[in-house]
């Protein structure tokens, strides 16, 4: 990695990190936040499904058991959020890596793959929705008690601060995969299994570290999603609207590129939010805007538009 | 045989349901050579190449290389050891440049990016691809592609390097151009095994060839004693062939 690699993510988190001093009503606020928080998630699924080419129906088991590890330490083990939102990442890098070793151990690929991810996922879900450490189908309320030091902000600012923060290490991330050994031994594996092996990829091992590397940052989505809004409930943490969005938002903004996923996901959610506004809250529209979107983008890849504006011109 | 065995396939058998696709087949490779795998279409040679590189696990026998009994080992793990193959089916990791689908192979010995770039880019150099480096793998000719398997094979930077037809589907100027880039590799310290049918090719590169039909070994030597041999005119013509073709000769 040089200097130059990280010359566009220091520019993306340079513009950024200004937005708040212009941007200042709490819905905008709002709406970055939780954008960030999405595109977190979408960059720990670009890991393994866009450079390892595994694609997962289930990120809601990472992102879900870090939310729930950074609630159920503070409110059950009274430890401070900071180290429980550490610990919680840990747990859902922990579940990636077990994931991966009954998937990738056993072969599975493909379609299979992504319903045994899935699978993982609802089970999951409904753990958590009659599990008593869970809170039950109640769910879990995180005391407000609002303290920097306890990773609660006055101004909404600082909390998109963090968010920020979190997506720019995971660019650095990314990017870092992008020109290290791993990256391009992932690369290998997803254009090639066979041929990658014969090369001397250790196939299962590249693969491990893939989903590892991935439950953690989808994971660290979740933690925050855990402390920003300081509630959670099983449909929310382990529930499938978090899977298809951290998958949706690659797709769209080009799988297994660094930008990506933000790419996607500040569509994802602008779409999503100008149809709010414009035909008002019917639930379900914005599923309708992303299953358009998605059709569009598979139709359509981005890589094509050039070419297909060339012979529209024509 | 005067030089030391280095890859020594012994009583290798392998089944597919009902089909012996390998039988009972024995054969040495000596190091430093060039040695041929010869034989009719099906006669087991790439299943032979797919045991011998831990793709697959033979029914019976065992592969010993360097005296070592390396029988099931995966492929992996063999080209961190110094075995590498190429493919007889190319197989190109089709969404990347010729640089990085060579550079895959020169990442096992080279952890930074920046030297697995730079080893790349002398083996494109050796195997004649330094102007094709940027273009997608997909987008080559079939003779650009064996190339590239070629060199990702050699950017492992293999002690024993296994060939599957490296030359098939090429034209003879293409031919030409391949057979002194092998040789050179032999004489850059690697043994090679090479299966080709190309036989102007054989008999200019190899020292010792093996022929394989219908699973067995039926003839080991130089390549101008295999090639009199009736048993190997017979099986590559069919039955009665060398009776025939030497009863031409002497009319
Ligand atoms: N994976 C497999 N499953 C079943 N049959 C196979 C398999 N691989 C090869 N065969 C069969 O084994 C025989 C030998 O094939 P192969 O080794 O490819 O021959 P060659 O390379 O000498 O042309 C053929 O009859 C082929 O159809
Ligand atoms: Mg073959």
């Known amino acids: 990695m040089t200097p130059r690699d990280l010359l566009p993510i220091a520019g993306f988190a340079a513009a950024a990190a200004l937005l708040p001093l212009f941007v200042t009503a709490g819905t905008w606020l709002n709406f970055m936040i939780f954008t960030l928080i999405i595109c977190l998630a979408a960059q720990g699924w670009n890991i393994l499904g ?3 080419g595994q694609y997962s129906f289930g990120h809601a088991a990472f992102f879900g058991t870090a939310a729930y ?3 159920i330490l503070q409110l059950r083990y009274g430890v401070n959020p900071y180290p429980a939102f550490a610990a919680g990442i840990a747990a859902a890098a922990a579940v990636g890596w077990i994931i991966g070793v009954l998937a990738f ?7 299979y793959f992504a319903l045994v991810t899935l699978a993982f996922a609802e ?3 409904v753990l958590a929705n009659s599990a008593e ?10 005391k407000l008690d609002v303290r920097p030091e306890n990773f609660q902000f006055e101004s909404r600012a600082n909390f998109y601060w963090i968010a920020l923060a979190l997506v720019t290490g995971a660019l650095v991330l990314t990017r870092w995969l992008e020109r290290s050994r791993l990256g391009a031994q992932l690369v290998a594996v997803r254009e090639n299994e066979s041929a990658a092996r014969a090369l001397g990829v250790d196939a299962l091992s590249v693969k491990l570290s893939a989903i590892t590397l991935s439950g953690a940052v989808t994971g660290a989505a979740g933690g925050l999603y855990a402390q920003y809004f300081l509630y ?11 899977s298809v969005e951290a998958l949706l938002a690659p797709i769209i903004g080009g799988a297994g590129t660094v930008f990506g996923p933000v790419l996607g996901g500040i569509i994802l959610h602008s779409l999503a939010e100008f149809t709010k506004t414009l035909v008002g809250r019917i639930p379900g529209v914005d599923l309708v805007i992303f299953g358009a979107l998605l059709i569009l983008v598979v139709r359509f890849p981005p890589r094509d538009i050039p070419g297909l504006l060339k012979r529209w011109r024509r | 045989m005067s030089r030391v065995s280095f890859l020594s396939v012994q009583g290798v058998s392998k089944r597919f349901g009902g089909l012996l696709a390998v039988s009972d087949a024995s054969f040495e490779v000596a190091e430093g050579s060039i040695t041929g795998l010869i034989g009719p279409n099906g006669a087991g040679k790439t299943t032979l190449f797919a045991i011998a590189s831990g793709f697959e696990q033979p029914t019976t026998g065992r592969v010993i290389w360097r005296g070592e009994d390396i029988t099931g080992r995966p492929p992996h793990r063999l080209a961190q050891d110094g075995l590498a193959r190429t493919f007889q089916i190319v197989q190109p990791f089709a969404g990347l440049s010729v640089r990085e689908n060579i550079a895959v192979g020169a990442f096992l010995r080279h952890r930074r990016r920046a030297d697995a770039i730079a080893v790349a880019e002398r083996v494109a150099e050796r195997v004649g691809l330094s102007a094709e480096l940027d273009k997608p793998a997909a987008a080559l ?8 398997e070629l060199a990702k094979a050699l950017a492992t930077e293999p002690k024993l390097l296994l060939l599957d037809e490296v030359l098939a589907g090429l034209n003879p100027s293409e031919v030409r151009d391949i057979v002194p880039v092998v040789r050179a590799i032999r ?5 090679v095994l090479m299966i080709e049918h190309v036989m102007q090719a054989v008999m200019n590169l190899c020292e010792t060839v093996h022929v394989l039909a219908q699973g067995r070994i039926i003839a080991s030597g130089t390549p101008h004693s295999v090639v009199a041999d009736p048993a190997v005119i017979e099986a590559y013509l069919g039955h009665g062939a060398a009776k025939r073709l030497s009863g031409a000769a002497h009319a």
């Open chain 1, 50 to 52: 866009g450079f390892g």
């Open chain 1, 69 to 71: 590890g950074t609630a």
């Open chain 1, 105 to 111: 151990r056993s072969g599975l690929r493909g379609s």
């Open chain 1, 123 to 125: 089970v999951f879900r």
């Open chain 1, 133 to 142: 450490v869970t809170g039950g189908a109640a769910g879990l309320l995180i």
């Open chain 1, 232 to 242: 959670l409930d099983a449909n929310i943490a382990y529930g499938t609207w978090i």
């Open chain 2, 141 to 148: 000719t079939v003779a650009g592609r064996k190339r590239v």
């Open chain 2, 187 to 191: 004489d850059g310290g690697v043994t």
